[in-house]
């Protein structure tokens, strides 16, 4: 797609490049054109029809929507900004400079701004910061005919109207209805009569964006209506938000589970600058810096024994690997878990003796090799044996760790991702050489 775009742009032929770029979807246009050079970028969006333009504009990275709105002239930029949903416009005021947020907001219609200028008085990563207002709303005395005919007064502009929500007199949400259901109910059946679901799962304003996003992923939802502090509709999050905020969270935690601290929640990895990677890495680089130097102050407190068996040497990387590997499988399933909540904290018991007994067999199974790798290399059955238990000893504990660190985060209401591998590495190399040097005394005989 993108070649035939720079193929009409080459050949100047503005016409066929109108055409082409207005017959491509919106995603898919939105990406080719994230790959193109500014100037032809901004060509080929000029060219858009009007809706074709408010869609891809929605699709591009805020560095981008910048660029074409410094760029562009002020009627059309205009134009663009207030066809975007208002929740769309809200984070793309978030992300820009002040200076190019205040140009925006001038070019809005005191409406739109007002609508704008209340999602951004919310939290942010607050299900209000992220809602969009534009929503349909029936009352409860209303036949299905008479709410049928408010959906085509009103639902041109909606986000959706495939889901409306029923409140009373005094805009408190009561219950939910479908478009379906109102088509095909006899025209003067009531509203309140026909609401599929009167207990609506809903979010307030103030709950956490991932929170919400986990509701409309558990329940299959089109969009989750938001209600303020008295229980009033003030706008929905719709599906397509909770899949953006769900990828940019798994992003999150990613980053945290390597051990790299976040900056902007959306900065993708060709937007970040050196000295951002620098800055988002060297933190946690130094703490595990400082905690790794605890497991050479263990290795020189045994340099006697190193020395009177220098085979002991040989197997302190196994030993310190093992426990890392198998650690981080276990911490690796905790997180995903807490995060998707499929486990919660009362379960942490039983998990935690799930996680030992698996350890248990595979240390068996691992202790065994080790033991027969040890005698292999050595010609040493003592030392070997203290391989063995050594490897069957940091399996078990790994798993204990492995499964401890992330409740325990959690408990302290810090992030469990952040019990991540290369913590649990640092950690696991302190009791695996522990474990190893104990075990080579008690078998060797040294002292």
């Not at 905790?334 to 998707?340: D, K, N």
Request: charged share 20%; glycine share 6%.
């Amino acid at each position: 797609m993108q070649e035939v775009l720079e193929k009409f742009i080459a050949e100047q032929d503005l016409k066929e490049l109108r055409a082409f770029a207005n017959s491509i979807p919106p995603t898919s246009l939105g990406m080719e054109l994230a790959e193109m050079q500014p100037v032809h970028r901004a060509l080929v969006f000029r060219l858009l029809e009007k809706n074709q333009a408010i869609a891809v504009f929605e699709n591009l990275e805020v560095d981008q929507q910048q660029e074409l709105v410094e760029g562009m002239h002020h009627e059309f930029i205009r134009e663009i900004i207030e066809g975007m949903s208002t929740d769309d416009r809200a984070r793309l005021l978030d992300e820009v400079p002040a200076k190019v947020a205040k140009k925006i907001m001038e070019q809005l219609t005191p409406a739109e701004r007002e609508n704008t200028n209340i999602l951004l008085g919310y939290a942010p990563r607050t299900a209000g910061r992220i809602m969009t207002p534009d929503y349909v709303h029936i009352k409860q005395e209303m036949t299905a005919s008479e709410a049928l005919e408010r959906i085509r007064k009103v639902g041109l502009d909606k986000e959706t109207i495939y889901t409306c929500y029923v409140t009373d007199n005094k805009r408190k949400l009561v219950g939910v209805v479908s478009l379906r259901d109102l088509v095909l109910a006899p025209p003067d059946r009531r509203v309140g009569d026909m609401m599929m679901q009167k207990n609506v799962i809903m979010a307030h304003t103030s709950d956490d964006q991932e929170v919400v996003a986990s509701l409309i992923k558990d329940h299959d939802l089109l969009a989750l209506p938001v209600v303020d502090g008295e229980d009033r509709l003030v706008g929905i999050v719709t599906v397509d938000d909770a899949v953006d905020i769900l990828e940019a969270e798994a992003s999150e935690d990613f980053h945290r589970i390597v051990a790299i601290t976040a900056t902007t929640r959306d900065e993708s990895y060709f937007d970040m600058s050196v000295k951002s990677r620098f800055l988002r890495r060297l933190p946690w680089l130094i703490a595990l810096l400082v905690a790794g130097a605890v497991s050479g102050n263990i290795i020189g407190a045994f340099e006697e024994q190193l020395a009177a068996v220098a085979a002991i040497a040989m197997f302190i990387p196994l030993i310190m690997a093992t426990f890392g590997n198998a650690g981080s499988q276990s911490a690796t399933l905790v997180v995903r878990g807490l995060a998707t909540g499929e486990i919660g904290r009362s379960r942490y018991l039983r998990i935690l003796m799930q996680e030992i007994m698996t350890g248990a067999i595979l240390g068996v199974g691992l202790g065994i090799g080790a033991f027969i790798l040890g005698y292999l290399l050595t010609a040493n059955t003592s030392l070997g044996m203290a391989i063995g238990l050594a490897i069957f000893g940091v399996v078990v504990c790994s798993s204990i760790v492995g499964v401890s660190l992330p409740f325990a985060f959690k408990q302290i209401k810090i992030d469990p991702a952040l019990a991540s591998a290369p913590l649990i590495t640092t950690i696991g190399d302190a009791i695996s050489l522990l474990l190893y040097f104990n075990m080579v005394i008690l078998f060797l005989g040294l002292t």
